[in-house]
């Protein structure tokens, strides 16, 4: 049963890790966020930055691991929303 939880716990990283992943490359390429919350990305950059801490505090490697995965990815789409609003 033990492997069981840990295939979840593996399986929901990966899956919380890349969900960013398309919606960051297509806003690389497009350079469009104007369909995209400026505050939405900051809560859940917080939330996650939020798990990373806790993930050390309980010394969980997957949490730290795929919770620092997903602020990458989301933090790329933040810093392009603050960018481009700055620029208009």
């Known amino acids: 049963m033990h ?3 840990e295939f979840l716990g593996y399986l929901a990283g ?3 890790a890349i969900c960013f992943l398309p ?3 297509q806003t690389i390429k497009s350079r469009n966020v104007s369909g995209l919350s ?3 990305y900051v809560i859940y950059c ?3 930055l939020s798990w990373i801490l806790y993930g050390v505090y309980l010394h969980s490697a997957q949490m ?3 919770n620092s995965l997903s602020l990458f990815f989301a933090t790329i789409i933040l810093y392009m929303i ?3 609003r ?3």
């Open 3 to 5: 492997f069981i939880g």
């Open 14 to 16: 990966v899956c919380t």
């Open 23 to 25: 919606q960051t490359i």
């Open 38 to 40: 400026l505050l939405s």
């Open 46 to 48: 917080t939330g996650v």
């Open 64 to 66: 730290i691991i795929f």
């Open 82 to 84: 603050v960018v481009n």
């Open 86 to 88: 700055k620029q208009k």
